[in-house]
């Protein structure tokens, strides 16, 4: 990637990414690949169609898409999949990125992170921290093994746990990703909850997205976060914190455990009014909105004749037709999805 040139365009000459309801782009995550070393029951079918290699961006695509938002302002990227870590080189792209790093107001990077399903953590967790990274979001939906071998269609909890360990060992802050699912984990978020502060990570609650076909109807494990919320008070004391990170997320302190919860509400509390983020697929597909179908081909910018040019437009497009929110809903039984593609091929 040492080819590649540092700027698309000179930050001087670049404009803020402002959508039409002035929001702000200063986040991107960038999927690096759709496929992935597990099979989650709500994510994706046992059977995965994953996308001819041809059509993902190589490493310096992907690099030179990030120094161009870059450019435009964007101040964190998060990297994701499918699992980013079974990429090959994986951790060329994130010190390539690292070096990206830098003070705030300064025009550089921020932020660089990642998404993961941990399994392959105990690997690169000190590498990553050289490269930059400081926290990792760990999907991670129970601490039993046979119900974890049964959601995730494979045997790897162990893999995941040693992962964790070897995460908070390199000095990385960890925060558990975790999807609510009726009549799966519902009696177990308590304990996983407590777990997860014992161990000095923040958990954040997901409500399940309807995004691509699954072996499953979502309305059998739709589990609303108001009713879990209800169910946690009983239990504990949760103090509503006003920090936000522009994110879907909202945070409260949990008193007795002293760990920070998050919660994501795309069904039970539209979350949109503040969005800072753009997503990109593996295969250089910008969708403005998780659960919108509007979308702009930034792969065929990057290897056409003029690709700063053509990446500028496709850029301003972007912002031209990111909608105000997205209109997720589980309620009608063998309901098709809210989009096609499945949340691996978006980027989690």
């Not at 509503?240 to 039970?268: C, H, N, V, W």
């Not at 909105?289 to 509007?294: D, K, P, T, V």
């Amino acid at each position: 990637m040492s080819r590649v040139r540092d700027v698309l365009m000179p930050a001087s000459e670049a404009k803020p990414l402002v959508d039409t309801f002035q929001r702000r782009i200063t986040y991107l995550r960038l999927s690096v690949t759709d496929r992935c070393d597990l099979r989650c029951t709500y994510c994706m079918p046992e059977r995965m169609q994953f996308l001819p290699r041809k059509e993902v961006l190589s490493l310096e695509e992907l690099y030179k898409l990030s120094l161009g938002f870059i450019a435009r302002g964007v101040t964190k990227i998060r990297i994701t999949g499918g699992e980013p870590l079974v990429r090959r080189d994986i951790l060329e792209l994130f010190r390539a990125l690292g070096r990206k790093l830098g003070p705030a107001g300064h025009g550089g990077l921020e932020e660089l992170t990642l998404t993961t399903n941990g399994t392959q953590l105990a690997r690169y967790a000190t590498d990553l921290h050289r490269a930059g990274v400081r926290r990792v979001n760990v999907s991670l939906d129970t601490l039993d093994e046979g119900k974890f071998a049964r959601l995730s269609r494979r045997d790897k909890l162990k893999d995941v746990l040693v992962g964790l360990a070897a995460a908070k060992e390199a000095g990385l802050k960890v925060k558990i990703n975790t999807v609510a699912l009726k009549g799966v984990n519902e009696d177990e978020l308590p304990d996983l909850i407590a777990w997860a502060h014992g161990e000095g990570h923040d958990l954040t609650l997901i409500e399940v997205m309807p995004l691509g076909d699954v072996d499953e109807d979502r309305v059998d494990h739709f589990l609303p976060l108001s009713d879990v919320r209800a169910r946690l008070e009983q239990r504990w004391t949760l103090e509503p914190l006003s920090e936000s990170t522009g994110g879907p997320a909202r945070y409260e302190r949990i008193a007795e455990t002293g760990g920070k919860l998050g919660m994501i509400t795309p069904l039970t509390n539209n979350f949109c009014a503040g969005c800072n983020r753009l997503r990109v697929t593996a295969t250089g597909q910008l969708y403005p909105c998780l659960g919108g179908g509007e979308r702009v081909d930034l792969r065929a910018a990057l290897r056409s004749e003029n690709p700063e040019a053509n990446l500028e437009r496709a850029l301003v497009e972007a912002m031209t037709i990111k909608p105000e929110k997205h209109h997720f809903d589980i309620s009608e039984r063998g309901a098709e999805p809210a989009q096609p593609r499945h949340m691996s091929m978006t980027g989690g």
